[in-house]
T-cell receptor, first 115, second 113 residues
Framework: DADVTQTPRNRITKTGKRIMLECSQT?????MYWYRQDPGLGLRLIYY???????NKGEISDGYSVSRQAQAKFSLSLESAIPNQTALYFC??????????????FGDGTRLSIL | GNSVTQMEGPVTLSEEAFLTINCTYT??????LFWYVQYPGEGLQLLLK?????DKGSNKGFEATYRKETTSFHLEKGSVQVSDSAVYFC????????????FGKGTKLSVKP
C-alpha cells in the first residue's frame, strides 16, 4: 500500500548496533502495528499503538522498542541488534471506526540483516 | 488462546487448475476471518473477509466461506492464473481483541503456464 511507507527498504548491519526502522502513513488511521515475518512462521506482532503515545506489547516485544510521537509515524528500534533479529519487518495501519473489522493496510516491508 | 492453522506449502498448480488452501481456526466466541495475499516483494493486501458464520467473502475470483461447525475458512478459486502466484495468509480477529490479527504461517502458491 503506497500510503504506508517504510524506510529503509533494506538494511545490513552488525551485531550490537542500534537500528531504527521508520513507518509513516497518509491514510489518517489511528492504529499502527509492527510485525516481523520469518520463513515458515508467518507474521508475528511486535508492538502496536492505538493513538499517539499509546504503546502496547505484542507477541514478541523483547529486544524491541517503539515510539509514536505523531499519528502518522510509528518507529521501531532495536537497541542492540542480534543475528536472530534478521527478518522482514512490516508496518501496518488500520482505522478504529465504528466497524471493528477494519482491515489492516501494510507497507512493503524492510528487509533487515544482522551480521 | 486464538490460533490459525493453514495447509503447508508450497502448492504448485498449472494455469486454470482449481485451488483450495485449507484454513482452520481456534477461537473463543465468534471471530472475524480474513485472507491476505502477499505478492513477491510487497506487503500483505486484504483479499477477502467474513465476519459471521455462513458469510462468504469473495474477491478477484477467490471465495471463502465462514464455517462455524467445522471452524474453517478455506480459500478456493475455480481457475488460477500465473498472476495468482503469491503467498496467502489466513488470519482471524477475535471479538474484543482491539484489532489485533492472528496470522497463519502462510501458503506459497506457484502457478505454472
Amino acid at each position: 500500500d503506497a500510503d504506508v511507507t517504510q524506510t529503509p527498504r533494506n538494511r545490513i548491519t552488525k551485531t550490537g548496533k542500534r537500528i531504527m526502522l521508520e513507518c509513516s502513513q497518509t491514510k489518517g488511521h489511528d492504529r499502527m502495528y509492527w510485525y516481523r515475518q520469518d520463513p515458515g512462521l508467518g507474521l508475528r506482532l511486535i508492538y502496536y499503538s492505538f493513538d499517539v503515545k499509546d504503546i502496547n506489547k505484542g507477541e514478541i516485544s523483547d529486544g524491541y522498542s517503539v515510539s509514536r510521537q505523531a499519528q502518522a509515524k510509528f518507529s521501531l528500534s532495536l537497541e542492540s541488534a542480534i543475528p536472530n533479529q534478521t527478518a522482514l519487518y512490516f508496518c501496518a495501519t488500520s482505522d478504529s471506526g465504528l466497524n471493528s473489522n477494519q482491515p489492516q493496510h501494510f507497507g512493503d516491508g524492510t528487509r533487515l540483516s544482522i551480521l | 488462546g486464538n490460533s490459525v492453522t493453514q495447509m503447508e506449502g508450497p502448492v504448485t498448480l498449472s494455469e486454470e487448475a482449481f485451488l483450495t488452501i485449507n484454513c482452520t481456526y481456534t477461537a473463543t466466541g465468534y471471530p472475524s476471518l480474513f485472507w491476505y495475499v502477499q505478492y513477491p516483494g510487497e506487503g500483505l493486501q486484504l483479499l477477502l473477509k467474513a465476519t459471521k458464520a455462513d458469510d462468504k467473502g469473495s474477491n478477484k475470483g477467490f471465495e471463502a466461506t465462514y464455517r462455524k461447525e467445522t471452524t474453517s475458512f478455506h480459500l478456493e478459486k475455480g481457475s488460477v492464473q500465473v498472476s495468482d502466484s503469491a503467498v496467502y495468509f489466513c488470519a482471524l480477529k477475535g471479538r474484543g481483541s482491539q484489532g489485533n490479527l492472528i496470522f497463519g504461517k502462510g501458503t506459497k502458491l506457484s502457478v505454472k503456464p
